[in-house]
């Protein structure tokens, strides 16, 4: 996105460089056709188990919203008869689909419905905490239920499910966890191994560990397991080889019409063309226009933060709610980000790349891409180095 502000002047260094933008007071575009919501849910905790109330509100999401008519138009639900079929006939397969087509929700739905095993779990492992947890509140507001009954999820810390839980949402390491007190996970029917391509020492571990338990639960004749590998884009000839040429299965997507603006020129000081890019968008879009920006880590994140605050107060217009989004912020916090504002609030998500993937914001209408990313990387060349790495993996 190409900053006005920005772009105007020499870059300062780091430390003074928000002195420089100037909040350009005008009159901005405020839309108070929103609707107000209702107040959001309540976490309770018992024993160390904290548990979503759903007297409030079922989850994160209005039921009262037209969430059912959404899934209607999702292209895995159009198409639900015949990839059901597929699914029943294979015990084993990968299902490609694109970003938004409803792998994630849809399809562990789908299986439920049909399943006539009651007593049956459908897990699907997420490999973001965060994921995991609005992926459960989203389907279970669309199956019109409460949270921790038939749909719940399970990330560290947090077991939101009871007896009566029949599809499970859980991180890739709380599945492995389980897989080593119970290595044929004998409580799941069906196990979704969900954005795939992803890859970590966690994910290829469990592809090794649920290929054995399917086998191993067949040699002693015990309920079938179901495989399910699930990504929007991935080197299926690996997976296919590995899961003995299992079938493939390709999705179509939704696409929605994206413009993208790249900065003209090469801002060093990213923070601070990311603030004067968001106060420019602030002056000129609706308040219901939220904003996701991407910076590379919390300290980034809360000097960001401080500077939108404090810019704030100089500006006229919509009010504004900052919301961080990190992988170490606690997951209550995490979750403001799917909390509705009051109408005429612009909500602007500050996260890093755990947003990149698998999680749905909605209300997001511009997203402002530093474009730099902070990545754990090994050396094979020194012997230190060569060690952590050799310890990691
Ligand atoms: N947490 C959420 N909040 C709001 N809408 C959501 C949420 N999760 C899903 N949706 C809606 O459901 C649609 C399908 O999402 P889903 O996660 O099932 O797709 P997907 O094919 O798994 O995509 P991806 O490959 O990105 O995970 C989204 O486009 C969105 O309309």
């Known amino acids: 996105m190409d900053s006005k502000y920005a772009s105007i002047g020499k870059e300062k260094e780091n430390k003074n460089s928000f002195d420089n933008i100037k909040v350009k007071k005008m009159k901005l575009c405020t ?21 979503i109330s759903p007297s409030k509100s079922n989850s994160l999401y ?34 490609i689909g694109e970003t938004g087509s ?15 095993e009651s007593k049956s779990i459908i897990a699907v492992t997420q490999p973001r905490r965060v994921a995991a947890i609005t992926l459960a509140m989203r389907v279970a507001a669309e199956m019109r239920t409460d949270i921790g009954s038939t749909v719940g999820y399970c ?61 191993d639960r067949n040699d002693q004749k015990l309920n079938p397991l179901k495989v399910i590998i699930m990504s929007a884009t991935m080197d299926v000839d690996t997976f296919r080889n590995f899961y003995d040429n299992c079938p493939v299965i390709y999705l179509e997507g939704r696409t929605y019409p994206v413009t993208i603006y790249h900065s003209k020129t090469k ?3 990213y923070q601070y063309a990311a ?7 602030h ?22 933060m401080s500077k939108i605050k404090q810019l704030a107060k100089e500006c006229t217009g919509p009010s504004i709610k900052v919301c961080p989004l990190y992988a170490g912020l606690p997951a209550s916090k995490q979750l ?16 890093t790349n755990i947003a990149e993937a698998s999680v749905t914001i909605p209300q997001i209408k511009y997203v402002i891409d530093t474009g730099v990313v902070k990545e754990r990387v090994g050396w094979l060349h020194t012997p230190q180095e060569s060690r952590k790495y050799e310890v990691e993996v």
């Open 275 to 281: 603030v004067c890019t968001i106060f420019q968008l």
């Open 102 to 116: 409803g792998k994630t929700t849809q399809i562990p739905q789908l299986i439920y419905e049909n399943q006539h």
């Open 155 to 215: 990330v560290r810390f947090e077991d939101v499910t009871s007896p009566r839980t029949k599809v499970k949402y859980l991180t890739d390491g709380m599945l492995l966890r389980e897989a080593v007190a119970d290595p044929l996970l004998k409580k799941y029917s069906t196990i979704i191994l969900d954005e795939a391509h992803e890859r970590t020492v966690n994910t290829d571990i469990l592809f090794g560990i649920v290929k054995l338990a399917q086998k």
């Open 62 to 95: 209005d039921i009262s919203e037209d969430i059912h008519e959404v899934r209607k138009t999702l292209p895995v639900y159009i198409v639900r008869g015949r990839l059901l079929e597929e699914i029943q006939k294979h015990s084993t397969m990968i299902i």
């Open 336 to 351: 403001q980000v799917w909390k509705k504002t009051p109408p005429g609030t612009r909500k602007i998500v500050l996260a």
């Open 267 to 269: 801002h060093e000081d």
């Open 283 to 304: 002056a000129t879009t609706p308040a219901n226009h939220d904003f996701l920006v991407f910076l590379t880590g919390q300290e980034e994140i809360e000097t960001v």
């Open 31 to 51: 839309d108070n056709n929103v609707k107000q919501t209702k107040e959001n849910s309540k976490v309770i905790e018992t024993n160390g188990v904290k548990q």
